[in-house]
């Protein structure tokens, strides 16, 4: 008997015992599955940051906070927004900066927080003038954390970036793209970094341009101090004029919020909120039926070239816009194409969606609206859709828009006026969106209403929704104007069932 013989014998004499012990000692039948799907339940603690809004002596700056009713939240709870200011100190009490003198350094008295809010459902507003005005760093908890939003609006009568500027303040993150930056001669931009924590965070600056990555002289280990705003000129990272960037924010250490001021001197200007992750498909919403140019940026951060569709969802249905088919978009460059007055007249969304292999993107718009000499400017990034709720505060009676779009099917969407700043009663409104088209609602407004109010949206079927608010003032002829996109509030998390189980410690 050869030794391949004998070793077969033992495998499966072996295999026999494994065998017989595993037919003797059968567990027992499985329990029940007891398994419950995890609660969604209200979020205890919520931070914003807001960046600093103008440099301009000429500014006028309103802040409105706003935190929708939601059930099963704590009967208490405290919201404030406070100005942003560089808090380190040693362990021994010390100040870190200055003159050292050995004593402790005396504690500044707090400020007073810009605004405070009473109440869930109803607006708090705050406002400051001027170009000195600091970024602030907000804390919502127990009651007012749900869906807690705040609006930073700027009026600028007159020089670089004049109109109207508006940005909903960020949550802390670790990275952030913003496709549609610039470095042109008439343009000023800045990308704005909050850092709302105890310690120092890290933050690298990516640029890429029309041929790639660009190198830049200080856009690596930029440290933003605990508690404090860093405001970066984009043409001080690099020495060449780019008319289209994609600005990346990778976080090394610490979290930050980031927005981008794009000031433009004979176009206005306006905030670029960060597009939403990279992904294969994107929606753009809300692009204002009177748009006179709109210039869609895109980049494709991956190792892989994007081939999109590029479609326009209107009133009526999706259309392609002639001559722009399809946008090609080669791997780690920044790519634009001027649509022009693509919505003619009728509210639009524009829809990008691969033509072949899913390969992740970023994108946004940039928006003209006026002729000549009195253009206004705003950006629209691609967003996240509403999914269960999204707000935004600081809406009028005449001046604001709500745009809904629902690519993949129809959908019925409750929108929510709350009451007023001073005073209001909140009505509610439903609308059908049909598949592929985007609405320009008509709002529902407050009986009574003072002051501002906020929209909350929330949609009734399963089919996504997105939403854009566009707000409008002209000035001296000028149609200021800035729209925000609505994706979900996140006021809610996915908390599992959990029982002790004893079993778990016993071998």
Known sequence: MNRTTLSLIAGTAALAAVTGFATLNQPDAPAPDTA???AELPVERTSLLCPSPSTSDLAET?????TPVTKGTDSDGTAQLKTAAEESADAAGNATSGKATGKPAAKKKAAKPVLTPKAPGAPAVGDTTGGAAPAL???????FAPGWTVQETTEVAAGTGRGLQGVTCTAPDTEFW???ASTLADRTDYVHLTNPDDSAAVVDIELYGKTGALATTVGEDITVP??????ILLSTLIAEKQEDLTVHVNVRSGRVGAAVQALDAKLGGDWLAASTDPAAAQVIPGIPKDATAVRLVAFAPGEADADLKVQLASPSGLITPAGHETLHVKAGMTTSVDLGDVTRGEAGSLILTPTGSSVPVVAGVRVLRGKGANQESAF???TAPVGTRASVADNNAKGSTLSLTAPKGTAKVKVTASAGSGGGTPVSKTYTVKAGTTQDVELPVPTGLKGAYALTVEPLTDTPVYAARTLAATEDGVPGFTIQTLPHDRGTVAVPDADEDVAVLQK
């Open 36 to 38: 419950k799907a995890a």
């Open 226 to 231: 605990a508690h404090s705003s860093d405001p």
């Open 178 to 180: 913003f496709p549609g």
């Open 137 to 143: 760093l907000g804390t919502a908890e127990g009651k």
């Open 62 to 66: 309103s802040y409105t906070s706003f």
């Open 380 to 382: 629209i990034p691609a």
